[in-house]
């Protein structure tokens, strides 16, 4: 900082002849400064500032023969900086020092930037997280507004602008290819199938808990805020994809389940109440020749829906049949309900025919025959071919809307 006083009386001063293009000057001692008229600049942001000293101050003290003073010191100072975190982790901060005269009005005391290099940056400056933007921004602003309280006089002040750009590689590393990492280890579970439930659950839910401890050890760093960042949106997406891979397993499973009781217990629709009137009165008389009919026809339903659907018929299922007919001891069981003799009898009244897969929600089928291929699709397992490919190009969509909309509101 230099500023020129005339009041001064040098006529008795000796002075050192300056270089060429420099004024003849006289170093003094730091303790002058006190016995002579200085400035009284401050930074308006500062939380705190003080002039560093050892083994004594490190200030110096300069007089020009022009009248002038050169007073230079290390100074220390916090500056407070108002961050914003919508685009964490590839942010851009601007801080701004700015200085100001605390009691002087521009009249008494005017501030300018000298004209050449105002600020100075030390090369050998690294910082942990940031790279700092240059050239930096230093400008002067006239204001009628002052914080001091003293009305709306007009105020002169010095500003210049600092943009730190937050670097990416160690988020990169530690936040980004970890996380897609467990959401990509999440999509094996598609590969497991059902035969392996309990890795395949241990995978999901290990999977969803990593990305918990992950993004919690992530926050804990910074300050919070009200709004959303762009860590969270990141967050939240990787959750999605791990909990939906979670949902699909459960889907998957009540339809397997619905699937193997179809198998076990084929369903035989109910008929209209005309063909249920025919068929009570067209039913035999004889309760053991009507218990033998219905075996029979029981029989060649259970066969025909089995074939239709390219299974056969399990061991255990033909004793259950034949179980039907006599019980342990060889003696004959009762006859069945007229409900399950309707059931049967119905086929051959012209009612409804069998069904090709049983019916899901009205619409789906738990199984089918491929029409051009004649290969027997099951619901389930198609779901599980589907979300290996549906999964991750969900995800490369994700992230294709993702870091171009990051990168430009970034910079």
């Not at 110096?60 to 914003?84: D, F, G, K, P, W």
């Not at 094996?188 to 990305?211: K, N, Q, Y």
Request: hydrophobic fraction near 40%.
């Amino acid at each position: 900082m230099s500023w020129e006083d005339s009041r001064l009386n040098l006529t008795s001063l000796k002075f050192i002849a300056g270089r060429q293009g420099e004024d003849d000057y006289l170093p003094l001692p730091s303790y002058v400064i006190d016995f002579i008229w200085v400035p009284d600049p401050y930074v308006t942001n500062s939380k705190d500032a003080a002039i560093t000293k050892l083994t004594t101050t490190y200030a110096s003290v300069t007089l020009y023969r022009n009248h002038t003073i050169r007073y230079s010191a290390r100074v220390y100072s916090i500056i407070a900086c108002q961050m914003e975190f919508h685009e964490y982790p590839m942010d851009v901060q601007t801080c701004s020092m700015i200085m100001q005269s605390f009691m002087y009005s521009p009249e008494e005391v005017e501030f300018l930037w000298r004209p050449w290099s105002p600020v100075l940056i030390n090369r050998d400056l690294k910082l942990l997280q940031f790279s700092l933007t240059k050239p930096l921004k230093n400008s002067i602003n006239q204001s009628t507004s002052d914080e001091l309280g003293a009305g709306n006089r007009p105020v002169r002040q010095l500003i210049v602008e600092f943009q730190f750009s937050r670097e990416i590689g160690h988020h990169l590393v530690q936040t980004f290819v970890p996380s897609f990492l467990v959401v990509a280890l999440s999509w094996f579970s598609f590969w497991l199938g059902l035969e392996a439930i309990p890795g395949r659950v241990t995978l999901l839910v290990t999977s969803l808990l990593t990305l918990t401890t992950l993004f919690t050890g992530i926050k804990e760093g910074l300050p919070p805020v009200a709004y959303v960042k762009a860590i969270d949106v990141w967050m939240a997406g990787c959750m999605v994809f791990v909990f939906a891979a979670l949902g699909e397993f459960v889907v998957v499973r009540v339809l397997n389940v619905m699937h193997q009781q179809h198998i076990v217990h084929p369903t035989i629709p109910v008929q209209p109440a005309q063909s249920m009137h025919r068929t009570t009165t067209a039913s035999p008389t004889n309760k053991h020749e009507q218990t033998a009919e219905y075996l029979r026809r029981y029989t060649t339903l259970s066969h025909s829906d089995t074939e239709t659907n390219g299974n056969k018929i399990l061991p255990e299922q033909s004793h259950k049949i034949s179980d039907l007919a006599h019980g342990e001891n060889g003696a004959v069981r009762r006859p069945p309900t007229r409900s399950a003799l309707r059931s049967a009898w119905d086929l051959e009244q012209g009612g409804m025919q069998p069904l090709m897969g049983k019916q899901f929600m009205g619409r789906l089928s738990l199984h089918w025959v491929d029409v051009k291929t004649g290969e027997k699709k099951i619901l389930w397992k198609e779901i599980d071919k589907a979300s290996r490919i549906v999964f991750p190009l969900m995800f490369l969509l994700f992230m294709v809307i993702y870091f171009p909309i990051l990168i430009s509101r970034s910079f």
